[in-house]
């Protein structure tokens, strides 16, 4: 191995561009190294790790009973870390905090003051939950994230409901991403 000791480097031109190694080539910044931006970041610390699915058809939601959300079309799954099929979870094969999102719409829900809850389970047991009082619409949707820490080999995340009354969880009415009703996303944090 070749080492170089300078104390700055520079473009041969002014608006040049410097270039550390080729592509599959790795970087090692040790320990304790501190690195300082003055400038403009791009694609650093982004992750394209990111998962995006939706229910197809409309789901039955018994009354008071938690019932997984079955989500089983997948708009994003480039890393293949969702099961849409079987036991529709979030199982990715990477270490780390990922944010988690479900957004959730009934339909035929016409009790007013009722809760609604979402969670999110971790490895099959509650770990995430939220609870919205319903006013008397026929629709309502409801929203809730958090941010989940999972070890990149057994770890996995499911989507669960519930509600008071017998309801329907609705679908997402086509196949792009503007028209959808009831989805979750999943994405890696840096």
């Known amino acids: 191995?070749?080492?170089?000791?300078?104390?700055q480097l520079s473009p041969?031109?002014?608006?040049?561009?410097?270039?550390?190694?080729?592509?599959?080539?790795?970087?090692?910044?040790?320990?304790?190294?501190?690195?300082?931006?003055?400038g403009t970041v791009s694609g650093f610390g982004v992750s394209n790790d990111v998962v995006f699915v939706k229910r197809s058809a409309d789901q039955s939601l018994s009354a008071n009973t938690t019932t997984k959300v079955q989500f089983d079309s997948e708009i994003y799954d480039s890393n293949n870390w969702f099961d849409s099929t079987t036991n529709y979870r979030f199982q990715p094969n990477e270490a780390g905090n990922y944010l988690c999102f479900a957004n959730i719409a009934l339909s035929n829900a016409y009790y007013a003051n009722q809760p609604f809850n979402i969670f999110f389970y971790k490895n099959g047991s509650e770990f995430l939950g939220t609870t919205t009082n319903h006013r008397y619409d026929e629709t309502m949707m409801d929203t809730f994230s958090?941010?989940?820490n999972l070890n990149g080999s057994t770890d996995y995340v499911e989507v669960y409901a519930r509600f008071s009354q017998?309801?329907?969880?609705?679908s997402s009415s086509?196949?792009?991403?503007?028209?959808?009703?009831?989805?979750a996303y999943f994405v890696r944090l840096t």
Request: proline share 2%; hydrophobic share 25%.
């Open 12 to 38: 041969r031109t002014a608006s040049g561009t410097i270039t550390l190694g080729s592509s599959g080539d790795s970087l090692t910044i040790p320990s304790g190294v501190t690195l300082t931006n003055n």
């Open 174 to 183: 086509n196949n792009t991403t503007s028209g959808t009703s009831t989805t």
């Open 146 to 148: 958090g941010v989940i």
């Open 1 to 7: 191995m070749s080492e170089i000791k300078v104390d």
């Open 166 to 170: 017998s309801v329907s969880i609705e």
